[in-house]
């Protein structure tokens, strides 16, 4: 069982920046592939980035890709997502996720891979 935890979220103006991070619980966190998805109101849940398991290689879509960077920190079983440049359309509630089972490999933007999510962080840009 993996439970996560997000926090970071906020109301920045557009071109601002936030950071949100994700604190996960279990030992072996090093082996799990992290995501981040994110949901607009009245719209669907929608991949953002995805970074696989130690040595942690990094996914985006391409709405954010340049302007967001995840990463994460083993040692502190957390998950970080960086975002500058923020724009109105990146006002969603973000959610951390992680995938069933250890050592999970591409396709990593479906949100079925997923089965342990946070309880989600409101962002909020404005223009």
């Known amino acids: 069982q993996v439970q996560l935890v997000e926090s970071g979220g906020g109301l920045v103006q557009a071109g601002g920046s936030l950071r949100l991070s994700c604190a996960a619980s279990?030992?072996?966190?090093?082996?799990?592939?992290m995501a981040w998805f994110r949901q607009a109101p009245g719209k669907e849940r929608e991949f953002v980035t995805a970074?696989?398991?130690?040595?942690?290689?990094?996914y985006y879509a391409d709405s954010v890709k340049g302007r967001f960077t995840i990463s994460r920190d083993n040692a502190k079983n957390t998950v970080y997502l960086q975002m500058s440049s923020l724009k109105p359309e990146d006002t969603a509630v973000y959610y951390c996720?992680?995938?069933?089972?250890?050592?999970?490999?591409?396709?990593?933007?479906?949100?079925?891979?997923?089965?342990?999510w946070g309880q989600g962080t409101q962002v909020t840009v404005s223009s």
């Open positions: 996720a992680a995938p069933g089972a250890e050592y999970y490999s591409p396709p990593y933007s479906a949100t079925s891979a997923y089965a342990y």
């Open positions: 279990g030992r072996t966190f090093s082996r799990y592939t």
């Open positions: 970074i696989s398991w130690t040595p942690g290689t990094a």
